[in-house]
């Protein structure tokens, strides 16, 4: 079973007899300190992405939690949670001098006891926080972990979709169990809801194949001279890729038959195997 120290994760804290009641008026999963491992994120009242990252209880028996986010957004999420902080008797700390984000994947043999299965898609394997010291165990780079995730089609965020620009809809957090309808209100909920309720997702995250050149990362998808959406993370080697498209439009080159192209690269949409959206049916795709 593959084990990679995730070098790109940081690891924050959130702790205090507020904790659980602090998270959940600003979260979109749902907060509970005996609980599961959560995915879920962070939003502007407007609804866009500000961070995406797995909440970890952290099984001391005192309410706090573990973040596990994205490096790039650590220090802004730290400073976002205390600008929200007031009154609430909780602590935030970054432990990421101390602590790492860890993944398997394969079968399961041998996982830490403290480890938790990634509530996005179970094939994605299992996740667990530990002493940094524990790289030394690590048997797999990153960039394993990456073609494991790209073969799924799981969106990262950077990549496949940019913060403080993206809509969860438009990142899949629907679809990946990022996003609990059913808890009170949060920061950015009313837009969240709004687009549930009345179906109006039409940007949504596919997964890519190819047989010839790999595309490039950031190239448009198109269908002729229309743009469909934008070609995220890549896996040359796999042939496999991630974008995200206009549904719609990918719809109607289906219909036209219409090969989708990214520069000179021909490239193939599919329905990712977690997502239960309705993709855009076609007899078939040309070249397949």
């Not at 599961?36 to 099984?59: C, E, N, S, V, W």
């Not at 109607?252 to 959206?277: I, M």
């Amino acid at each position: 079973m593959p084990l990679a120290h995730l070098i790109n994760r940081t690891v924050l804290s959130v702790s205090g007899e507020d904790a659980a009641n602090f998270l959940g008026g600003l979260l979109t999963c749902a907060v509970d300190a005996a609980g599961p491992a959560r995915y879920g994120a962070l939003l502007t009242p407007q609804g866009k992405i500000i961070a995406d990252f797995f909440l970890i209880p952290t099984g001391d028996g005192k309410g706090g939690f573990f973040i596990d986010a994205q490096k790039s957004v650590g220090e802004g999420l730290l400073k976002r949670l205390s600008m929200y902080k007031l009154r609430a008797k909780v602590a935030l700390a970054d432990l990421s001098a101390e602590l790492g984000a860890f993944a398997r994947w394969g079968d399961d043999a041998g996982t830490p006891a403290q480890a938790f299965r990634d509530p996005r898609f179970s094939p994605m394997g299992e996740r667990f926080i530990a002493p940094s010291s524990s790289v030394g165990a690590s048997d797999a780079a990153l960039a394993s972990y990456d073609a494991h995730r790209i073969s799924l089609a799981i969106p990262e965020a950077g990549r496949d979709f940019a913060y403080g620009d993206a809509f969860p809809h438009e990142a899949c957090l629907d679809e990946l169990n990022g996003i609990d309808f059913d808890k009170g209100c949060y920061v950015g909920q009313e837009v969240v809801s709004r687009t549930q309720h009345r179906g109006t997702a039409r940007t949504r995250v596919v997964a890519l194949s190819f047989s010839g050149a790999a595309p490039l990362e950031g190239s448009d998808v198109r269908a002729g001279e229309r743009r469909l959406g934008r070609v995220g993370s890549i896996d040359a080697p796999g042939k496999r890729g991630i974008a995200t498209v206009r549904l719609d439009h990918l719809g109607d080159a289906f219909a036209a038959r219409r090969p989708l192209t990214c520069g000179e690269a021909e490239v193939f949409a599919h329905r990712p195997p977690w997502a239960n959206y309705h993709f855009p049916e076609h007899a078939e795709q040309l070249g397949q």
